[in-house]
């Protein structure tokens, strides 16, 4: 890890008008500059949030400014803990303990789930393969650098992104490289990364700290098409900043991601050719319900975006610097958590607060993306190991 990247989970420098400074996730250093965070309105629930089970997953993520998220998969929640170098597998429906596996390192970045596998990646490089029904170690690898987000199992091969800009494809069966890619990285960017993301045209497609997002064949790693989605331009390097970090969308007739530069872009899935781009400032990813996007911007808006032209449908100002999760969509309603371990659910055709519910204390801030299992359960996490199902009634 750079000096560069550990600087930057302590102080976030986001350029909204020109020239207002923002303290970032940790947001702990005490200025003038630092806006204090919108205090709650009461809301008069429309609908009902039942929380269906909550139990502790260890310690959390605390300070390392990862935005770690479990996986869903096969009505299992997978979690990686980070301080305890657990991996735990859990009913989604009870939260009950089904196995827990101690990897004997820090784990970073997310568990990756599929064909029956379970990848978790640490700060030091190591990649761990298990098996998905029991947790027993299936192998073991080392990468270049650590890994900042959740592997992605497709098919046959295990892609792997590390901080350093490489990203490998590895044999599920055993682990071996098949092949590897590397994108030159600036000098100085936010901490943590996108995970890969796999479309139906076989091709998997990653944001990069330089605002480029890049489409490599899955199953041999070549190169199809790169995109800017925001130029790093600027005097300084921190006015460079133009990290894709948040998760990219994927339908069949878009690419979707944001930028820290600035700009959300859409791009062709086969050619990368643009299709529109719409200027907001965002350290998160999309989501996407039916014909809209939603995201959060740096200084705590949530905007609804149409999915077709990028022009605005709607915003919701109210969460003003309580440093907004990147939003989930849950049976047709915007969920986004924030740094004081409230979720706040929202009318995905207007923006209005429908219900809120919250999980922990003060100190449990919810950084990471929420995350809804086909049948509709929310399931969340706070940086202090606090873990929570939620359905809605």
Not at 236 to 254: A, K, Q, W
Not at 294 to 323: F, H, I, M, N, P
Request: hydrophobic share 40%; charged share 20%; net charge neutral.
């Amino acid at each position: 890890m750079t000096k560069s990247r550990i600087l930057l989970i302590v102080a976030l420098v986001a350029t909204v008008s020109g020239c207002s400074t923002i303290k970032g996730w940790m947001h702990t250093a005490s200025s003038d500059n630092v806006h204090q965070p919108a205090e709650l309105v009461a809301i008069t629930p429309s609908i009902g949030v039942q929380q269906i089970w909550s139990r502790s997953v260890g310690k959390g993520e605390r300070l390392l400014g990862l935005r770690e998220h479990p996986a869903i998969a096969d009505g299992r929640v997978y979690v990686a803990e980070s301080h305890d170098a657990y991996v735990y597998a859990l009913d989604l429906n009870s939260g009950r303990e089904i196995w827990k596996t101690d990897t004997k390192l820090r784990l970073t970045g997310g568990p990756g789930v599929g064909s029956a596998t379970v990848v978790v990646g640490s700060t030091n490089g190591d990649v761990v393969a298990l098996a998905a029904d029991t947790g027993a170690e299936r192998w073991r690898v080392k990468t270049s650098s650590e890994i900042l987000s959740n592997p992605l199992v497709a098919g046959n091969v295990v892609i792997v992104r590390s901080g350093d800009g490489h990203v490998l494809g590895l044999d599920l069966a055993d682990g071996k490289r098949r092949w590897a890619f590397e994108h030159a990285l600036p000098n100085l960017s936010l901490r943590g990364n996108p995970s890969p993301v796999l479309g139906g045209n076989g091709l998997v497609y990653l944001g990069f700290e330089d605002g480029m997002l890049i489409a490599l064949r899955a199953q041999d790693g070549i190169k199809v098409w790169e995109q800017t989605v925001a130029q790093s331009e600027g005097r300084s390097e921190l006015d460079r900043l133009s990290d894709i970090d948040g998760d990219v969308v994927v339908s069949p007739d878009g690419i979707f991601a944001a930028s820290y530069k600035g700009q959300i872009g859409a791009f062709n899935p086969n050619t990368g050719s643009p299709l529109w781009n719409h200027p907001l400032v965002s350290y998160g990813g999309l989501a996407r319900g039916g014909d809209t996007l939603y995201a959060s911007d740096a200084v705590g808006t949530v905007w609804a975006l149409d999915r077709a032209s990028g022009s605005a449908l709607w915003k919701q100002e109210a969460l003003g610097y309580r440093w907004l999760s990147s939003p989930a969509v849950q049976n047709g309603y915007v969920v986004v958590g924030d740094l004081k371990g409230f979720l706040h659910w929202m009318k995905a055709d207007t923006g209005a607060f429908v219900a809120r519910e919250r999980l922990g204390g003060r100190k449990d801030e919810i950084r990471a993306t929420p995350q809804v299992s086909p049948d509709g359960i929310l399931v969340a996490v706070t940086t202090r190991g606090k873990l929570a199902a939620y359905r809605i009634k």
